[in-house]
């Protein structure tokens, strides 16, 4: 990677449902059937003939956008530049490098637009990143080059294991006699705001709640859901951070075994396998191992074939479960995530 590296943000699909295809196999492959290669163009211009050729009733204005996100797709994003793809179903991002150019090739039975990535953090946790960052990767946008606050210097930070430093400012002009911070500024069209309340909820969370504090908060979502529980107190538990039950004292079925890890990094099978062997000991029906920095794929592996007996909950998972159980947590718990519900219009998004 060089001095002129660019990060790009690219989706795969509304409903990430071409995530594990591009993951598995090294590709990006973004939306866009519609429209033929764009293999031959040269510039912008080259792609908004295309699109407009293509379908000569399109309105202005989505021309131009579709055409500035090809562009970048096939022609601006080169071999050494920086992926960014938000995994859906993960509550985590994925990092790559470009290694191909621009292919309209078949995926399956069907002819797409895709690059070659080498996927070199498939599973980073969003809360490996700063809140700016991440609404900035909140652009409905299904392809965009992501600049500012030192985009490029950040991802790179984490892209190898590292913190993300956090953008530098630059003191670009005075104002009363202070001096005024102000970020290079970019336009970001369209924003996932539920995805950006999320982040902020999750920040708080990683805040707020960390080490035995999030085994405490997951505690309390399972007591609003009418378990009746255990929480082991803080240090070692021996693989079981709660143990729940039904019935009045909580000693009927099912019976439940509950891992919490607060570890910012995704938990590995040996965690998996822990929880399983506390489950037998304890005789539980069913577990629950929550990890805040999400799992990796071996262990995501191996618990398709535990499915009706262990569940899995990343970071976004024990969220939902505190949006659905909110009014019934404890006070002080609401204390420290005062939350309130919003309704917002839906309106079309940009994403192709």
């Known amino acids: 990677m060089s001095d002129k590296t660019k990060v790009f943000l690219v989706r795969a699909g509304r409903n990430a449902e071409r995530e594990e295809y591009c993951l598995e196999n090294n590709v990006m492959v973004v939306g866009f059937s519609e429209y033929p290669s764009f293999e031959g163009a040269k510039d912008f211009d080259d792609i908004l003939k295309i699109i407009k050729d293509t379908k000569p009733d399109i309105k202005t204005r989505a021309a131009g956008n579709y055409a500035r996100q090809m562009w970048s797709f096939a022609i601006d994003m080169k071999e050494g530049d920086i992926v960014v793809l938000p995994r859906k179903h993960t509550s985590q991002i994925a990092l790559g490098e470009v290694v191909g150019p621009y292919k309209y090739k078949l995926v399956g039975d069907k002819k797409c ?12 946790p969003r809360t490996a990143f700063g809140q700016d960052l991440l609404y900035s990767f909140g652009a409905f ?3 965009c080059n992501i600049s500012r606050n030192d985009a490029v210097k950040r991802v790179k930070a984490v892209l190898d294991n590292k913190q993300d430093p956090g953008p530098s400012f630059e003191i670009v002009k005075k104002e009363k006699g202070k001096e005024v911070a102000i ?12 995805q ?18 999030l085994a405490s908060l997951v505690d309390s979502v399972l007591k609003a859901e009418g378990w009746i529980t255990r929480l082991s107190p803080p240090g070692a538990d021996g693989g079981v951070d709660i143990l729940g039950g039904r019935g009045t004292l909580g000693l009927d079925h099912p019976r439940l075994c509950v891992q919490v890890k607060s570890q910012n990094s ?11 062997g506390a489950m037998q000991s304890f005789k539980a029906d069913q ?11 071996a262990l995501i592996n191996e618990a398709k074939t535990g499915h009706f007996s262990v569940r899995l909950w990343g970071s976004r998972d024990l969220v939902d479960a505190v949006y659905k159980n909110y009014e019934k947590l404890p006070a002080e718990i609401q204390a420290d995530l005062p939350l309130k519900r919003v309704w917002m219009l839906v309106t079309d998004d940009l994403e192709s």
């Open 113 to 124: 637009h895709t690059r070659a990535i080498k996927w070199i953090r498939p599973n980073v």
């Open 141 to 143: 946008l299904t392809v």
């Open 183 to 194: 970020e290079n500024s970019e336009e970001i069209s369209g924003m996932d705001f539920a």
């Open 196 to 213: 950006a309340a999320d982040d902020q909820v999750q920040a708080r969370i990683q805040t707020r709640f960390s080490g035995h504090a």
């Open 266 to 276: 995704p938990a590995d099978v040996s965690i998996y396998r822990e929880l399983q």
């Open 287 to 297: 577990g629950l191992l929550v990890c805040w920095g999400g799992f990796n794929k």
